[in-house]
């Protein structure tokens, strides 16, 4: 079994910055397991932000040019999130594609003047 702990969500007013920090545990966890963030507004559907696999990455359509997804080992995943909008705001979950999925706790994005 995998656990996904998510930190860095926060406060942060438009235009600012913040860094998205995930580490995976559970036995069997390797750098060919994709892996990717997605975010859940109140009243909407959870949506892609990013994903990275093996081969590459892909982005969502309204954070490409702004956000950027990274992995620092086999087992710990970034998302840094620059030119930040108030549409940003979500809670953001870590997602490991194992068999049947794998979802973290979710951290607060908020972004506001």
């Known amino acids: 079994q995998v656990q996904l702990v998510e930190s860095g969500g926060g406060l942060v007013q438009p235009g600012g910055s913040l860094r998205l920090s995930c580490v995976a545990s559970?036995?069997?966890?390797?750098?060919?397991?994709?892996m990717g963030w997605y975010r859940q507004a109140p009243g909407k559907q959870r949506e892609l932000v990013a994903r990275?696999?093996?081969?590459?990455t892909d982005y969502g359509d309204s954070v490409k040019d702004r956000f950027t997804i990274s992995r620092g080992n086999a087992n710990t995943v970034y998302l840094q999130m620059n030119s930040l909008k108030p549409e940003d705001t979500a809670v953001y979950y870590c997602?490991?594609?194992?068999?049947?999925?794998?979802w973290g706790q979710g951290t607060q994005v908020t972004v506001s003047s």
């Open positions: 559970g036995s069997g966890f390797g750098i060919y397991i994709a």
């Open positions: 990275i696999t093996w081969h590459g």
């Open positions: 997602n490991a594609e194992t068999p049947g999925g794998s």
